[in-house]
């Protein structure tokens, strides 16, 4: 080959970056049949206690920015995470003209808009498929595949953590707080889990999945936000008898009121193959109006996973140096806010549990509520009182009411003296619109 | 946009022809905004027929041929189907260093080594997305998201009419003909539909999977091809009864005694994701050993969701005028040729069913023969005997064995003179490896 090597410099060498660097050069010969020349890393970044590892023939250095300034560097991998060194850093990388690859879905969701701009301008490519789902290839399906699609919905299990904390929950009826040490002592779940329990990573990535589903801007603040933190054992009971599995979904969806992003705990019907996804894997669903609906299923983490996307970009930079079209689907000058829809507006069918006096009458009155809201009710479940509690849960599925209505009706249900304050509400998703 | 419109050859306009088309026209803004470029249909290829459409400004002849010479044409998308004239159409757009996007399977399993090295030497791209599962992007998965890997395996659910008439016969207990006649009439079936029934063309799909998954030259007969033609009612509820559903494969497999190509009906665990695939969908599993498995599930056939792909390569061309990767992942020259397992040495596990007396020691008799010859028995299933038949249907799930041993163990069975010489016999694949 008399192609010159794509010089790749790894900032950062976490279980990723280690990956990546061993991908390469186990991988090196294939590599260069596929893309036409070599992948060589050539400088890696690394904090002191990480400098001792085997990096082969490549320069090491502590400050990662002389990763970004190193004039012999081609592309620039970001993998050391957070938004304030990885900002300057990816920034400098593309002043000076290097192409970047990073896993970072909080920086993308934060700055992508300014850093997709900054690299169209400076003729370079900045490339993100592991953000976002890990090892699943959503980013190339949404950017490439479905160029040619309007799409109506992104939907997916995109935070392997809180998959695995549901699923644990709902096969082995643990509680939450159980589940979430086990999930950090097998290092599924970071030492600070609130971002994979809050639903903030997965927020994150929901912003970069509509951006690019629908032509807008990233907006890290866009999507409503509800975590995994508040669903009970008893919840997945009462769903699973109803017929439905509960997910931590991220929803991005095109309505006729603008668009609707949103984080939260979802029942979806037993059926629908979603529903079966279980544990650390991540799951996408997309809407086009060619394709009709794609599912794709696979590691949402793990090193080797989230390296084998980050290669991936790779081999598309050293297969098309010149560009391969903008970085968000369309340039980032020509992303075009849309009107989001207001999260009590967004309506849904609603999963509902309260808990009330066993006394006649009580059914009647909660009922009548929800028919002067004109909430209709789907199907109803009522359990027999804990023995001399004197207390009965009540489990409702209601047809399609906007949140503010339904969390209307619930102030009003819970002033009644007859039903306590506590109740469960989540939404429900039957996806056959 | 200052860059020249890509001027475009549709050649054939048949359902996916039509649908192209139309996209093109409807998306025609959103495309030049993703491709930097108009993607503009120059010139259309339609018999005598076909010639009073609305092509817009497009030129319209008869003889494809013509579309291949006209000198404005950039790319050339071929939707005649069959083996001679696409051949000889493709071959001279090539020459006339056109790119071509093709979604003839059956062009590519038999003429794809010579046509790839065709174009690669004359600097074109050649792109067939569409050709295998439809609107599902497994072609760009394995050429360009799994580049980095190796990858241990590709099997998936590649013919909608035979998923269909399978979902048909199991859900609602329906005999073969009877569901085929209606596949028919809904169009999902060709007037001919022996490729869909046979497995030749799922055979075709899966050589062009293996290609690109363990970087080997196409080889059209290379799978072992089994249809659904016998695979009957009781056979499904068997499967059922026992926690399996029977689904019509293509697996490429990498094993230590050389690649594994077949394409049959095969038993799956029913919790198994690719299991709950149903109707015309289709479904993909690869297995990587950086990204591990992903499963990807979508419309395989449709005009609309076939167009989608076919889009997706023009646009993929409209990007990169100058190439993006060889067609097959690596360049035709480096393609390697790797021992095939014949078919008789590939081992499974395997259900089998046999019609035996009813009468005291057949049963022992059977095992001591499947004893003789290591193959142990996994689960067995006795149903009483039909009023009056005097014979009892067996049906037992094998450990692994090759299908040598098990044919040879099959004959020595069914020349027990209590054992029938009618038998049924499916190979079963966990995926758990």
């Not at 893309?35 to 206690?49: I, K, Q, T």
């Not at 990763?67 to 560097?73: K, S, T």
């Amino acid at each position: 080959m008399s192609q010159k090597p794509l010089n790749i410099a790894i900032c950062g060498v976490g279980t990723v970056g280690i990956s990546t660097i061993e991908i390469l050069r186990d991988q090196r010969e294939a590599l260069l049949s596929r893309s036409g020349r070599s992948l060589l890393v050539s400088h890696v970044g690394a904090r002191r206690e990480h400098t001792d590892h085997d990096y082969g023939d490549a320069r090491v250095s502590r400050d990662v920015m002389d990763l970004a300034r190193d004039p012999d560097v081609d592309v620039l991998v970001e993998l050391i995470g957070g938004t304030s060194v990885a900002y300057d850093l990816i920034k400098l990388a593309i002043q000076q003209g290097k192409h970047v690859v990073t896993a970072n879905k909080a920086l993308i969701a934060e700055h992508g808009n300014e850093l997709t701009a900054l690299a169209e301008t400076a003729g370079v490519q900045i490339r993100f498929e592991a953000a976002v789902a890990g090892g699943i290839p959503i980013i190339k399906t949404l950017r490439e595949s479905m160029a040619a699609n309007d799409v109506s919905e992104v939907a997916g299990i995109i935070n392997g953590t809180g998959n695995f904390i549901l699923t644990e929950m709902s096969t082995k009826r643990r509680a939450f707080d159980d589940v979430l040490s086990e999930a950090q002592a097998l290092g599924y779940a970071e030492a600070d889990p609130t971002f994979d329990i809050d639903g903030t990573d997965a927020a994150h990535k929901l912003a970069i999945l509509a951006s690019l589903a629908f032509g807008i801007p990233l907006s890290i603040d866009a999507p409503m936000k509800q975590g995994i933190q508040d669903v009970s054992p008893e919840d997945l009971e009462y769903a699973a008898s109803m017929g439905y599995r509960v997910k931590h979904l991220g929803i991005a969806r095109q309505t006729n009121q603008g668009i609707e992003m949103r984080v939260h705990p979802t029942l979806i019907p037993e059926q629908k193959q979603i529903a079966a996804v279980d544990g650390v894997l991540n799951a996408v669903m997309v809407s086009g109006d060619a394709v009709g609906e794609l599912l794709l299923v696979g590691p949402g983490a793990g090193g080797a996973a989230t390296a084998s996307s980050v290669c991936a970009d790779l081999v598309d930079i050293a297969r098309n140096p010149g560009g391969s079209g903008p970085a968000l689907g369309v340039p980032a000058s020509q992303l075009s806010e849309q009107a989001l829809v207001p999260s009590e507006q967004i309506a849904s069918e609603w999963y509902v549990r309260l808990t009330a006096a066993d006394q006649s009458g009580v059914m009647s009155d909660i009922t009548q509520v929800l028919a002067n809201r004109d909430i209709s009710i789907e199907s109803m479940l009522q359990k027999p009182p804990a023995p001399g509690s004197g207390k009965v849960p009540i489990v409702l599925l209601t047809h399609m009411a906007p949140q503010s209505v339904m969390t209307d009706a619930l102030s009003e249900i819970t002033a009644l003296g007859e039903v306590e304050p506590d109740f469960a509400l989540m939404r429900v998703e039957a996806f056959d619109r």
